[in-house]
């Protein structure tokens, strides 16, 4: 029988976790969010992000620029923000404007603070299996995985997406050397043929 897992008791569980670990935390765990123009949608999740984190005591500081920006001016405004508020945790919210790399954008974050994997090193050392922090949503499917006790060592695995948000660190969490890793794997993208096919053989999607 297919099982749906559902992400509200896990999220729950993880804000109580949470709600500790900052209660302990010496001085105010601090965030800073960059979005650089982004729709209403975006708005809304970043609004979102500060209430929950207002709530469990962190702070949350939120820099927003224009689209029109340059990517010089964005890097200097980035690097300012960062100097004056020193933060814990930062990210650049994606996307982008497309006049940008946002790669550069993101080798502005010092890799401790570098709390979504958005660097090209925090992303060597996430499939060297020794990430200082892994992605949110990625790890928020590895951990729906534990909460619900299904370990994933041997199973048939298939894989929708392959974006570097989520897609492509869940794949390689996915083969981590652990009970819930080792899958094997599939992933498919909108260039796959058959994806019925590949469902059908899945033990896991």
Known sequence: MDKVLKGKPVAEKLYEESRIIAEKYKGVPKLLSVMIGGDEASKQYVRSKSKKLSALGFEFE???LSDEITENEAREKIGDAIESLNPDGIIIERPVPKHM???QLAELIPP????DCQRYDSLGRL???NPIFVPATA???VELLRFYGI??????ITLIGRSLT???PLSVMLLWKNDYGNATLTV???RTKELQDSLKNAEII
């Open 62 to 64: 939120l820099l927003e």
């Open 101 to 103: 790399d946002f790669w």
């Open 112 to 115: 401790i603070s570098d709390i």
């Open 127 to 129: 499939v060297a299996g």
């Open 139 to 141: 790890g928020a499917v």
């Open 151 to 156: 370990k994933t060592a041997g199973k048939r």
């Open 166 to 168: 989520v897609g492509l």
């Open 188 to 190: 498919c993208h909108s």
